[in-house]
């Protein structure tokens, strides 16, 4: 029984084993197949990183074969190694990023070895005993001091990797316990041959199928509001159809995308950090306003949260709410929302196509906010005495929250504006039409009458004109308001 | 007369200069004045930055004076280099960050190391001429694969600085030219200086004043809650009495702490990840669930959006609202942040302390969801017949964004309450007494009657006669309220 036992166990050991073995091909495939998937959609979401990751082994390949060449490796001794350390290092994705660390090397590298040989120099007048202890002292003191400056957020931002080349420069010259005579040409075959490291991944960071920095956080900022853009252009006719047709809205088919925004912050930052660095290139110059952009990037983030609150009030919608209140302020809540994703749109578009953004998103802007307008004329004209506030409350909310991302939305148009003046922007070529969007129904009103009031001799455009027939127009829309003003441009928001 | 303004201009251009020569103390002794005052903030906000670069002066100096010391250089040769390099590049701020950066060194060095032996053994194969070219075909593969796997986010996250120092060194040891029988002494001279400059970093990192990233994730996160509980607990007080006295409420005496929590993502993501590599410390074991704290960190950012949105809307409270809706909801309003901000002060303790929130926090979790039951009543009771809705939009406003931060206090609450389970944190002594905070009022009133429902038996804990007296109480804080149900405890929140 029990030899019958334990042969049964290894019976079944065995098979189990031979079972896992003949599984072990399966999964392996499997898991190699689910690997080349995953690094396919890496390449094809940005192809960018195969060609990164080529330029890489080209840099590495060339140094790596200077460094073979007998009679250059003759020239520089061991230091030729320091070269492909240099390219592995350096190479960063963006060419922002290579010219920093190269630079940051090379200055950081000549400055420390300066130091490190008069160290060396001074530490020598104190004999052969006391030397050791004077470069002890040295290296302690200074690798501190600059291990403290890195926590200062300016240094930490522009020269973090120079700070960590000069310790280390600083240490190794100091106490190499070479004489000063050897040192000095070790110092310099090391430093040419950085020079050649960083020089090589520079002329090919920049010549190669560049990636800029700069570019990058542009059309980053640009995407950004296109994203919010396109949340809010769908997001009157998802909310108010969804809840009159199943009485909730579930949040389930409203655009996700601006969610990448909320923690856009730190890659924008160092998005800028990089563009600093960079000459100029495309269109844009070399002392390009990339700070401005990250003003931009805040507003964006601050209009994201507001939709991040809206999409929370949506999801919690849990109560049917008063489908009549919801009716009232509908028209004007969908043209809020409407006009301000049409304003981030053409915001997006100028930006992109680095034209000025005046005449095209100022008159979204202005529709906007006769829209605010016309749904503070529906909350004053709704009647209330039949209707439960707890069940108009998260329309009443969202309309209160729609008013706070037009304010916002005005401020980005603001904010793009500067950009544009910072970064001479093309001016626009002006069309003396009205907005291409509805001729026809103006056409059928008949009421189309350029009023130049006061402020239009300002700016003296043709776009003022655009704004009062819009605006004329806009009551069709709002269901809720006939009676109310024409609002004048350049008019501040009044507060609901 | 030229030659007079000639000398006139010199005299000027002088006293000019002079005047600049003579102001540069002064601008120079106010620049180091400013400096020092900045170098004495950054270490007075965190003590251990200071202490962070005398260790890495340490850990310097020991290795650079081994390094010095003759008998152990001639036995390293050249290689002892590395042992300095290693310490620059190696030593982090905190623990996991320096063993993170050390382990993966060592592994990557080590590893390939080997694959660059067999490298220049397959080179050599193809004889004089063709070795060259083997060699940079082989070094050009193997860099562009591994810089493209640094593209992967989970190597990224944690394996980016090991998969550098891969190509890095198989580069070295590819084309360092040398017979494989000198490069086995060279890899072994350079391995051990590497092994010994990364245990002196770990060793002085953990046993120096450590920084550990683990404790610094779980204060950072138990500090985001308190900011929260802050905002929340002080609310209702500034905005309603605010409002009274000089009709608007301008955010101005708002704590702006929760800001901070915004854009915190990036750094709790990399505390998370260097906490994984550190060892059992203090109160933390091994497998502590560092994972976890980051769904919590989420959570109180979700919170932290909609506290944005509310601020919004607080500042632009440019019209009176209505006085008379507002002292409708003031009551219950105040009481849901209160109690809101009383759960986040309870769960940060709890966490501070590692032990389990359940009771204390529990009871104002139920409380809040009293007070948003309250809300509903009053906003039900709220007459509306001669009130404009556009008045009361604001404080409607705020009264929603309220309910719906309630909801995510509640998951914040089970979120620790889970963590709390999975980090084995100590049950809390129960103490069979009422809440602390109130007992005068309780015994005031008289009617103290622990109600034992039939739920109770699940949780066989003196607990829920504490929620039971709570909830008891709980009208008498919101004014709007005498008729309705004492809600029981593990009710599911009611969408308001």
Redesign the interface.
């Given at each position: 029984m029990d030899i019958d036992s334990t042969a049964q166990d290894k019976a079944r050991f065995f098979a189990g084993a031979w079972g896992r073995v003949k599984a072990l091909p399966g999964k392996l495939k499997a898991k190699v197949t689910s690997t080349a998937k995953?690094?396919k959609k890496?390449?094809q979401d940005d192809p960018r990183?195969?060609t990164?990751?080529?330029k890489?082994?080209?840099a590495?390949?060339l140094v790596?074969?200077l460094?073979?060449?007998?009679p250059i490796?003759d020239g520089f001794g061991?230091s030729g190694?320091w070269a492909?350390?240099t390219v592995?290092?350096v190479f960063e994705f963006t060419v922002g990023g290579t010219l920093s660390k190269s630079l940051n090397r090379g200055f950081a590298t000549f400055l420390a070895g300066a130091l490190g040989l008069g160290a060396d120099y001074f530490a020598s007048l104190f004999g052969k005993n006391g030397e050791?202890i004077v470069?002890?002292i040295l290296?302690?003191?200074l690798?501190?001091?600059a291990?403290?400056s890195r926590?200062?957020p300016r240094i930490k931002a522009r020269y973090d990797y120079g700070v960590?080349i000069f310790?280390?420069t600083f240490?190794?010259v100091?106490?190499?316990?070479y004489r000063v005579n050897e040192l000095v040409v070790l110092a310099h075959q090391r430093l040419s041959t950085i020079i050649m490291g960083g020089a090589t991944c520079m002329l090919i960071s920049i010549f190669v199928c560049p990636v800029w920095a700069g570019e990058d956080l542009h059309k980053a900022i640009a995407s950004n509001l296109e994203k919010l853009a396109t949340y809010l252009e769908g997001f009157g006719g998802v909310y108010f159809q969804s809840s009159e047709s199943d009485g909730m809205g579930t949040g389930k088919s409203f655009p996700q995308g601006y969610k990448s925004i909320?923690?856009s912050?730190?890659s924008e930052e160092s998005l800028a950090n990089f563009a600093r660095w960079e000459p100029g290139h495309g269109r844009f110059r070399l002392r390009h306003p990339w700070k401005h952009y990250l003003k931009i990037g805040a507003l964006a983030?601050?209009c994201a949260?507001?939709i991040?609150?809206i999409n929370?009030?949506i999801g919690?919608?849990?109560?049917q709410g008063s489908e009549e209140f919801k009716g009232k302020i509908e028209g004007s809540c969908t043209r809020m929302s409407a006009e301000c994703g049409k304003t981030l749109k053409a915001l997006a578009a100028s930006m992109k196509t680095m034209t000025d953004p005046y005449s095209s998103a100022n008159t979204h802007v202005e529709n906007s906010k006769a829209a605010m307008k016309d749904l503070?004329f529906a909350?004053?004209a709704?009647s209330?005495?039949n209707?439960?506030?707890?069940a108009i409350?998260?329309a009443?909310?969202v309309?209160?929250?729609l008013?706070?991302i037009v304010?916002?939305v005005e401020k980005i148009s603001e904010a793009v504006h500067e950009l544009s003046q910072l970064a001479h922007f093309e001016k626009e070529t002006v069309e003396p039409t009205v907005s291409p969007e509805k001729p026809p129904q103006l056409l059928h009103r008949g009421i189309i009458q350029p009023v130049l009031d006061g402020d239009s001799t300002a700016n003296d455009n043709v776009v003022i004109t655009i704004h009062e027939i819009i605006s004329t127009d806009s009551p069709e829309n709002g269901k809720a308001c006939d009676q109310h003003q024409v609002p004048k441009p350049g008019k501040k928001i009044e507060?609901?």
């Open positions: 995953s690094i890496l390449g990183r195969l990164h990751s080529l890489v082994g080209l590495l390949t790596s074969l460094y073979y060449a007998r490796y061991v190694m492909v350390l592995v290092v050791p470069l002890g290296v302690f003191l690798a501190a001091a291990t403290f926590f200062f960590l310790i280390l240490s190794l100091a106490v190499s316990g909320l923690n912050k730190s983030r601050q949260y507001q991040e609150a929370g009030c919690s919608d849990h109560i503070k909350l004053k709704a209330l005495e209707a439960d506030l707890a409350l998260p009443a909310t309309g209160s929250i008013v706070e304010k916002c507060a609901l």
